[in-house]
């Protein structure tokens, strides 16, 4: 009997045991998170109530109408604008001797003509073959043809007679020839100062592209530091912005610019600028006339008519035209077309560094009987020089 009941004893520890075991695995299980708290919800704003159920409104502070600064009808308070600085008035270089100070910028682009003929000429035996050469070298710097055709006979008659021939003495003998070729004795003064009258007018024609805008800006620059003032006129009306360009060039030196509407009448524009002049007593008056127009009438056309508009006033003193150097030959046929319709009376050449031909300046005084008075050297503000035949054949053959 005491067996049994120790037997049910170790039984009912057992038993416990287990239970025990079991209950403490369960609890070192991972417990799920707990749920989510149900989200904040904002209450929608409460509406505004009328009747009973309006709020009791809050005591705020109250002014009374002699507190209350009320406007005494005065004008109201502007506020100016600083004005707009003007722009910096610029002293030009002087003109005296200006090619003189460009002549290395002219050289460089030009000394294959002058170092290719005294090359040639230094030669031992000058025989047909070496004439051939000098003359295809003169062509190729677009001399033309009969201006070619007179050196080469002279260059001929004068080494023959020479005899031998140091460097120097075939230096000095082409520079004498080219100078006299270029022509020494042209007179190449711009005529802006008249006699008997104030302002002196000046016309600056061309086609678009050669420079004409900016070589007209160049030229007032130039006539300023020579102590003329000057009035400049943009009757160039159909190129965009033309007026605003040559406007640009005129502050910085102090000349006004007359300007219509963009398409409008180029005569109409110049006839004001000469009036304007005029009143102004300036000593100049700058023309810059239109390259191309959009209307059916022709540019000669219109240019004829600019000038007869323009000499209601007075004559014009200058008519200048503007030829690109680097067109060569084809700048030769724009100069007739334009010498046929207006009386040229000067020639100007841009472009006459870089790629440009020197005897380009005789083809085109030979073509028109008129001389070179201007050259343009490069895009500086001050590059527009007085023609001078000496420092320009200097230029050419170099030292």
Sequence with gaps: ?????????????????????????????????PPPAAPDITAP???????????????EPRRT?????????????????????????EIPEPTAGRLVRLRARLSRSQNALGQGLL?????????????????????????????????????????????????????????????TLVGRDMDRAVKTEPEDRKPGIVMVVGVNGTGKTTTTGKLARV???????????AADTFR????????TWGERVGAYTVRGPEGGDPASVAFDAVKEGKEMGAN?????????????????????????????????????????????????????????????TGIVLTKLDGTAKGGIVVAVQRELGVPVKLIGLGEGADDLAPFEPEAFVDALIGE
């Design 1 to 33: 009997m005491d067996i049994v009941i120790l037997a049910v004893v170790i039984a009912v520890v057992v038993l416990g045991a287990l239970g025990g075991l079991i209950v403490g695995s369960r609890r070192t299980k991972q417990l799920p998170p």
């Design 45 to 59: 704003p409460a509406e505004p109530h009328v009747g009973d159920e309006a709020e009791t409104p809050r005591e």
């Design 65 to 89: 109408i002699e507190e209350v600064d009320l406007p005494d009808g005065s004008a109201p308070v502007v506020v100016e604008e600083p004005p707009a600085e003007a722009p910096a008035i």
């Design 119 to 179: 090359t040639l000429l230094s030669r031992e035996h000058l025989d047909e073959d070496t004439w051939e050469e000098i003359e295809d070298t003169l062509l190729t710097a677009d001399l033309g043809v009969q201006p070619t055709q007179e050196l080469v006979e002279r260059l001929r008659e004068r080494v023959k007679v020479l005899g031998t021939r140091t460097p120097e003495e075939l230096r000095t003998l082409l520079r004498e020839e080219l100078i």
């Design 223 to 233: 006539l300023v530091a020579d102590g003329q003032s000057v009035v400049l006129g």
């Design 240 to 247: 965009a912005a033309a007026a605003d360009q040559l406007q």
């Design 284 to 344: 100049v008056v700058l023309i810059d006339t239109a390259g191309r127009l959009h209307t059916k009438t022709g540019l000669m056309d219109e240019l004829g008519k600019v000038k007869r508009v323009v000499e209601k006033h007075a004559p014009v003193d200058e008519v200048l035209l503007v030829l690109d150097a680097t067109t060569g030959q084809n700048g030769l046929v724009q100069a007739r077309v334009f010498s046929e319709v207006v009386d040229i």
